[in-house]
């Protein structure tokens, strides 16, 4: 089993930044994808970003391309979501998740998930 621990969740105006954490702990830790969704109350989970196990390769929605970005510390079996221009449209619980094949961008295609960090974007 892998556990996923998200943080640094919280309340920030519009324009403002914030640091989403993702640590992992458990099975062997390698060559994975992992990746970051988030849903909305009355939404679907909807993918935001990912990440390859080397880093080399990195995915996102275009509703965050050129605000967000993802990195990952393997060392420290930690994934990171640097959130920039923050916009009330990204309010929603953002969630971590692992896979190790499957396409990147699809939910079900994940076999580990966190429980979830709440993200409040104010106008």
């Known amino acids: 089993q892998v556990q996923l621990v998200e943080s640094g969740g919280g309340l920030v105006q519009a324009g403002g930044s914030l640091r989403l954490s993702c640590a992992a702990s458990?099975?062997?830790?390698?060559?994975?994808?992992m990746g970051w969704f988030r849903q909305a109350p009355g939404k679907e989970r909807e993918f935001v970003s990912a990440?390859?196990?080397?880093?080399?390769?990195?995915y996102y929605a275009d509703s965050v391309k050129g605000r967000f970005t993802i990195s990952r510390d393997n060392a420290k079996n930690t994934m990171y979501l640097q959130m920039n221009g923050l916009k009330p449209e990204d309010t929603a619980v953002y969630y971590c998740?692992?896979?190790?094949?499957?396409?990147?961008?699809?939910?079900?295609?994940?076999?580990?998930w966190g429980q979830g960090t709440q993200v409040t974007v104010s106008s």
């Open positions: 990440i390859s196990w080397t880093g080399s390769f990195t």
């Open positions: 998740a692992a896979q190790y094949s499957g396409s990147a961008q699809a939910p079900h295609d994940y076999d580990y």
């Open positions: 458990g099975r062997t830790w390698r060559n994975n994808r």
